[in-house]
């Protein structure tokens, strides 16, 4: 079936460092792969997202870069700030039904000053 | 900005009752959708919609039905509401194209005791 596997669930960086996490899915005929942040308390925001007709899209600090081979995908970001703290959900349109998003079970990234 | 408001923050229940969840979205936007989100499970698709009176099951149907009566509005019911129900729900809607992200609504946090 459809599935978004997202790792690590638990991420800690120092003020400054970078930031990785990492998300296979399933079905190859998915083409949209949205990021979403979660701070404590909110909704979800859409922070960036990437179509399968590219490899990579940057936004000042954030990255996103798929690999559609190998089925995953990926969002960095670098000189990682406090307020970067938050929960991130990666996804996945489905091939059932492209309308639909299937999510990652999400990563705690905490980053320490 | 689109938003996407969610009727309740907090709601306690009582085993057995009829509960009525409320999502109205101010952008004309022919999708919604409801997921629920359990930590370590990350969000899971409920039920969602194309457009007015239409419907379509996610990936946990089971023990909810859903409403749309007017584009603007959608509705879950739980019939019967359950301890296992317990969680945070959040409506989403999305514009009718295809590869688009959604826009969360601020979630209502259902208690069933």
């Known amino acids: 079936g459809e599935n978004v596997e997202q790792h690590p669930s638990t991420l800690s960086v120092q003020e400054g460092d970078s930031a990785v996490i990492k998300c296979t899915y399933s079905d190859s005929a998915s083409n949209y792969f949205p990021w979403y942040k979660q701070e404590l308390g909110k909704r979800p925001q859409l922070i960036i997202d990437?179509?399968?007709?590219?490899g990579e899209k940057k936004d000042q600090r954030i990255a996103v870069t798929l690999n559609k081979t190998a089925k995953h995908f990926s969002l960095h970001i670098t000189e990682t700030q406090p307020e970067d703290s938050a929960v991130y959900f990666c996804a996945a349109n489905g091939f059932y039904n492209t309308d639909k998003l299937i999510f990652g079970t999400g990563t705690r990234l905490q980053v320490f000053p | 900005d689109v938003k996407v408001t969610q009727s309740s923050r907090y709601l306690v229940k009582r085993t057995g009752e009829k509960v009525f969840l409320e999502c109205v979205q101010d952008?004309?936007?022919?999708?919604m959708f409801w997921y629920r989100q359990d930590p370590g499970l990350g969000l899971r698709l409920i039920y969602f919609s194309y457009d007015v009176k239409m419907k379509e099951k996610g990936d946990i149907p089971e023990g909810y039905s859903v409403s749309r009566e007017k584009k603007e509005r959608f509705s879950l019911i739980l019939e019967s509401a359950s301890t296992n129900q317990t969680s945070m729900y959040l409506c989403a809607s999305r514009q009718g194209e295809r590869g688009y992200g959604y826009t969360f609504g601020s979630g209502t946090r259902l208690t069933v005791v």
């Open positions: 990437i179509r399968s007709n590219v």
């Open positions: 952008m004309d936007h022919e999708n």
